[in-house]
C-alpha cells in the first residue's frame, strides 16, 4: 500500500499521516489527542480521510482546520498515470517541509508547527503584537475567531512583567492552595473537637444548637456541592458572556477572562488560574462566610469550596493535557470538554462533572458524543 510506505523505516518515530495526497506531521499533537494517543499511531503513514467523515467519530470544522496546522507538504506523484512512484521520499517531504518553513516566521512557534507571517490583508490580528488590546476591534468578527482554536501561543500584554503575571503552571496552584486547605482542615477539626461551636449563636443562646466535629464532614461536602455550581455559573454566564460587538472594553474583558483559552486551548501555561486573581474571588468568598456564620461552621464550607476549586483546576488541565484509560470516566470527561472547545461553545460548562448541565439544559448530546 503506496500510503503505509510512508511510516515505519522513514518516519522514525514520527507520526505522519495522509488526508488524500497531503501530509501532516502529528506527532506533537499524539499524546493530547482527544481519542488517545493509539488512535493515531495505529494509523501512522495511512489515509485518515474516512476516519475524519466517521462513522464512529465525525471531526468537526474546527477540528479540520487545527490538523492543517501539522500540513508540511503533499507526497510526490509522477508517471503518466500520476500514480505514486513507489514510497514517498522523506528527502522529497523535508525539501517541501524547508520551502514552506523558508516563508514563516518562527519567533512564537513551537516543535512541528509553523506559523505564516501578517498579512494585514488576509488576518485579522497580528499574532506579533499583544492580542488583548487587539480583539476589541474585531467587533462582529470576535465570536467566530475566538472559536476557532489554534495550537499556538498567545501573547497578551507588551510588558514581560504583566504578561508574567498573567501565566502560571499546574504545580503553581498546589503549592499555593493545599497548604491553605490542609491547614484550614486542621485547624476546623480541631476548634470543633472542643465543643465550644454553636449555630446561631451570635442571635441567641436560648435556641442554640451544639455543632459536634463530626459535623465537619458533611460542611465540607457541602462546600465542594457549593463550589460546583459556582464552576458552572462562572463558566456560563461570565467566562461565556456573549459580548456586543460594539463594545471594545467587554470583548477585551472576555478574551482575558477565557477568550484567550478557547482561541489557544493547548496553551499550558494558561490553563490554570494565576493565585492573584484567583484571590479576587476566594478572599471575599471566605470574608462573606466568617460573617454570616459561625467562625468553624463558615470555615468548614469555605475549606470545602477552595478544595473543589482546586479539584477542578487540577481537572481542567488534565482534561487538555492527560491521556485517561480508554473506557473510564475521565476519557469520556476528556472528550466532553473537548466537544465543548471545537463544536459546542455553548454547551458543556461543566467541567469537573455534568451534574449541572443537566439541570441547566446545556448538555452536549448524546448524539454528537462522537463530534470533535
Known amino acids: 500500500m503506496a500510503e503505509r510506505a510512508v511510516c515505519e523505516s522513514q518516519l522514525r518515530g514520527r507520526c505522519w499521516l495522509l488526508r488524500g495526497r497531503r501530509v501532516y506531521d502529528v506527532t506533537d499533537f499524539v499524546r493530547i489527542h482527544p481519542g488517545g494517543e493509539t488512535l493515531l499511531r495505529d494509523r501512522t503513514g495511512t489515509d485518515i480521510q474516512a476516519d475524519l467523515e466517521g462513522p464512529p467519530h465525525r471531526h468537526s470544522d474546527n477540528a479540520l482546520r487545527w490538523l492543517e496546522q501539522y500540513y508540511i507538504g503533499d507526497l510526490e506523484q509522477g508517471g503518466p498515470g500520476g500514480h505514486t512512484q513507489g514510497a514517498a521520499s522523506p528527502q522529497n517531504l523535508k525539501e517541501r517541509k524547508k520551502q514552506y518553513n523558508s516563508a514563516t516566521d518562527h519567533a512564537h512557534s513551537e516543535p512541528g508547527i509553523h506559523f505564516k507571517t501578517f498579512n494585514p490583508e488576509t488576518d485579522i490580528v497580528d499574532w506579533e503584537k499583544p492580542l488583548l488590546w487587539q480583539v476589541g476591534h474585531l467587533r462582529e468578527k470576535y465570536d467566530e475567531w475566538v472559536h476557532q482554536p489554534v495550537n499556538r501561543p498567545i501573547r497578551l500584554f507588551q510588558t514581560q512583567f504583566m504578561e508574567w503575571c498573567s501565566k502560571t503552571s499546574w504545580y503553581i496552584v498546589l503549592a499555593v492552595w493545599v497548604p491553605v486547605v490542609v491547614y484550614l482542615i486542621w485547624y476546623c477539626l480541631t476548634e470543633l473537637a472542643q465543643g465550644k461551636t454553636k449555630l446561631f449563636s451570635s442571635f441567641t443562646t436560648d435556641y442554640s444548637i451544639p455543632v459536634p466535629v ?35 472594553f467587554l470583548i477585551t474583558l472576555h478574551f482575558l477572562l477565557h477568550g484567550q483559552h478557547h482561541k489557544a486551548p493547548f496553551d499550558s501555561s494558561r ?74 461553545q455553548k454547551l458543556g460548562f461543566g467541567i469537573t462533572s455534568t451534574l449541572w448541565d443537566r439541570p441547566f439544559n446545556t448538555l452536549i448530546p448524546e448524539d454528537s458524543a462522537k463530534d470533535y
Open 214 to 248: 463530626f459535623c465537619f464532614f458533611p460542611l465540607f461536602l457541602v462546600g465542594m456541592m457549593i463550589w460546583t455550581l459556582m464552576e458552572y455559573a462562572i463558566h456560563r454566564y461570565v467566562f461565556h458572556m456573549n459580548p456586543p460587538a460594539n463594545n471594545y
Open 271 to 344: 490553563l490554570v488560574f494565576p493565585p492573584v486573581p484567583a484571590s479576587f474571588v476566594i478572599v471575599p468568598l471566605y470574608i462573606i462566610l466568617q460573617y454570616v456564620l459561625p467562625a468553624e461552621v463558615g470555615l468548614s464550607l469555605f475549606v470545602g469550596g477552595l478544595f473543589g476549586y482546586v479539584a477542578y483546576d487540577m481537572t481542567h488541565y488534565y482534561l487538555h493535557y492527560g491521556s485517561p484509560s480508554k473506557g473510564s470516566y475521565l476519557a469520556w470527561l476528556k472528550s466532553y470538554h473537548v466537544r465543548h472547545h471545537f463544536e459546542h
